[in-house]
């Protein structure tokens, strides 16, 4: 565990916000209430990523120096304690090493599960190792048809073009979070990138045989055989909601493992908890910029609350609209807007060759 201080000209009784997860949502709150609340940020990494920028880092490392960021390079007026949140009372939050960390108001932001490395150096690390076992392979398996898999797929195909690349998808269609044309636009595009897809199966990673010299076999589930010297799992990932079922928020989570909150982003039935990013029950697309829109209505909540304004005062939060882009390489993109589904140079525009990093970094504060 580490911890670290600033100056923090808020500390007090009254103002102590503790923000469990440092992702997309919880940083951006971390570094937008620094200077109104006396903040705490609990998260098991000392750094904050990018997280729709990774797939580029998996073909091109050096990109990953501007997408993973230290926690202390934007939230410089509070603490950081890198560990896991464990526990919640109606005072304190105790970390796995059995810190209790007292607040008065508590905002959740652990979105979904994804086991990455604790520091930004071996972060970083990973990312070379990965771009490395995808120059020495000439072909490559994703498993997974997703927005994840899709981009995957598409950056190695545009970056190496050389390599054989199949991308195997249990569900009838690619993109199922969004509509059937997205899907199908960006299968065409893969076909065009000569990249192999398989929909409706599975494949079987729990008995992958070695040649011996480098070259692996995969079974699908519908009998096929897939020769590839490599692997990548892109299947969906799990909310990070589960340790809450042992805390006083336990009766606070719907059917499917997520927080349900009012209009303000207040954990329903609670006066002092917030929610917010992919953990909550929102009916919208999981989105970064929905999550960072999330972050900036609750740092206005905590504004105005701590400032002893009306709860009239407070902002509301009105679920985004279906708007999706999906990443085709450094160039193109699917982008599904509410009214139509466009793919090509022009979606691509808006998104593909900087994947909104040097606009997220300047939103936290930071030089592009």
Same mark, same amino acid.
């Given at each position: 565990m580490e911890e670290q201080k600033g100056s923090s000209s808020s500390s007090g009784t009254g103002r102590r916000l503790v923000v469990v997860g440092g992702g997309v949502a919880g940083s951006m709150l971390a570094k937008s209430a620094q200077f109104t609340a006396d903040v705490t940020l609990i998260d098991p990494k000392d750094y904050f990523e990018i =997280?729709? +920028?990774?797939?580029?880092?998996? #073909?091109?490392?050096?990109?990953?120096?501007?997408a993973v960021i230290k926690h202390r390079d934007y939230f410089t007026n509070g603490r950081v304690i890198t560990s896991n949140a464990v526990n919640i009372t109606e005072k304190e939050v105790i970390t796995e090493e059995g810190e209790a960390v007292g607040y008065?108001?508590?905002?959740? +932001?652990?979105?979904?599960?994804?086991? #990455?490395?604790? =520091?930004?150096?071996?972060?970083? +690390?990973?990312?070379?190792?990965?771009s490395e076992k995808i120059k020495s392979a000439s072909s490559i398996l994703i498993v997974g048809g997703g927005p994840t898999g899709v981009e995957l797929a598409g950056e190695i195909a545009v970056d190496y073009p050389e390599k054989q690349v199949t991308l195997v998808h249990n569900g009838s269609r690619l993109l199922e979070f969004i509509g059937p044309k997205a899907g199908a636009k960006a299968l065409k595009w893969l076909k065009s990138r000569k990249v192999e897809v398989k929909l409706?199966?599975?494949?079987?990673l729990d008995n992958i045989v070695s040649d011996g010299n480098g070259s692996k076999t995969y079974h699908t589930s519908s009998g096929e055989t897939i020769q590839a010297d490599c692997h990548f799992l892109c299947t969906g990932k799990p909310l990070a909601s589960s340790w809450l079922k042992d805390t006083m928020l336990k009766s606070h989570l719907d059917g499917k493992g997520r927080l349900m909150v009012d209009e303000h982003l207040k954990v329903k039935g609670t006066n002092n908890v917030f929610a917010i990013g992919d953990i909550t029950d929102i009916?919208?697309?999981?989105?970064?910029?929905? +999550?960072?829109?999330?972050?900036?209505? #609750?740092?206005?909540?905590?504004k105005v609350t701590l400032n002893g304004g009306r709860p009239c005062r407070m902002s509301t939060y009105k679920p985004g609209s279906d708007l999706a882009i999906v990443s085709l390489g450094r160039r193109e993109a699917v982008a599904q807007f509410p009214f139509t589904t466009v793919s090509g140079v022009l979606p691509g525009l808006i998104k593909s060759k900087d994947l909104f990093v040097g606009k997220t970094r300047k939103a936290m504060g930071l030089d592009p």
């Open positions: =997280t729709w +920028a990774n797939l580029r880092s998996m #073909v091109e490392p050096s990109f990953a120096e501007r008065d108001y508590l905002v959740i +932001a652990t979105g979904h599960k994804d086991p #990455v490395p604790k =520091t930004r150096k071996e972060r970083l +690390a990973q990312y070379h190792s990965e409706e199966q599975r494949v079987d009916p919208e697309l999981k989105q970064g910029y929905l +999550a960072q829109n999330h972050a900036s209505v #609750v740092a206005k909540n905590l």
